[in-house]
């Protein structure tokens, strides 16, 4: 098999692709991760999830996507100006999360803290693959990236999700609704053609990356209750309990 043929063959590969094989955890920290398509309540979700942490007395720390300041300047011109490919966006998102995987979530993992994420790699992932890059190149982008302990996905209805957004506000931006990719003149229905093909990607991911889906068209408590049964169950968190002298 020539190079060409190869190349061929891992762009066909299913979605949701192989991931890389990642180092054993060499960390006391744990890591718990939110995903979901925009308007599926995961950042509610994660909003509640960290205060009750926070009241319990627990030493966390919360990140969010594309919040790297080292790249948000390139980021919003890029994004104003209209000038991002689905390539490039692929890799300044890239650029932004690890940016903020080595100067926040690796070195608060290894100090034993609990880090929450709202989206994490697969978010990259799952938009990039919506946008049509072949999702095996797309994660090795993020294989140096601890694996979490928990990773939450929030699956809902796009309909809903689209009510949920125009409920806050005027109009969907031109990003979210993936105008960039021509899907239709129409952002709504842009909206849904787009953030349908990232459920269908996150979708893929389910069991190859251990997600634990919640029904995000569930009461807000209820999604809670579970959400803190699980991180409960599968993390010791008496180890992040901040002592007096710590705070």
Request: glycine letters at 8%; charged letters at 25%.
């Amino acid at each position: 098999m020539n190079e060409s043929q190869e190349g061929m063959k891992r762009a066909a590969l299913p979605l949701g692709g192989e991931a890389p094989a990642r180092k054993e955890r060499d960390y006391p920290g744990a890591l718990i991760v939110v995903e979901g398509i925009d308007g599926s309540g995961k950042s509610t979700q994660l909003y509640l999830l960290r205060r009750w942490l926070e009241l319990s007395n627990y030493k966390m720390h919360f990140t969010e996507w594309n919040s790297s300041p080292l790249v948000a300047s390139v980021t919003s011109r890029g994004k104003k100006g209209r000038m991002l490919t689905p390539t490039t966006f692929s890799m300044i998102h890239a650029a932004d999360f690890a940016d903020r995987c080595e100067r926040q979530i690796i070195p608060l993992l290894s100090a034993g803290y609990l880090v929450l994420a709202d989206r994490y790699l697969y978010t990259g992932i799952a938009r990039d693959g919506g946008r049509g890059m072949p999702v095996d190149w797309v994660r090795k982008l993020y294989s140096f990236a601890p694996k979490p302990d928990i990773t939450f996905y929030f699956r809902g209805s796009v309909d809903v999700s689209l009510r949920r957004i125009l409920g806050g506000r005027s109009q969907l931006s031109y990003h979210e609704a993936g105008m960039d990719m021509g899907f239709s003149l129409n952002p709504l229905e842009s909206f849904k053609i787009f953030q349908g093909r990232i459920q269908d990607q996150y979708d893929a991911m389910v069991k190859r990356d251990d997600f634990i889906q919640i029904d995000a068209l569930q009461p807000v408590a209820t999604q809670q209750e579970q959400v803190r049964e699980v991180v409960a169950s599968k993390i010791d968190l008496s180890r992040f309990e901040l002592n007096r002298g710590d705070q």
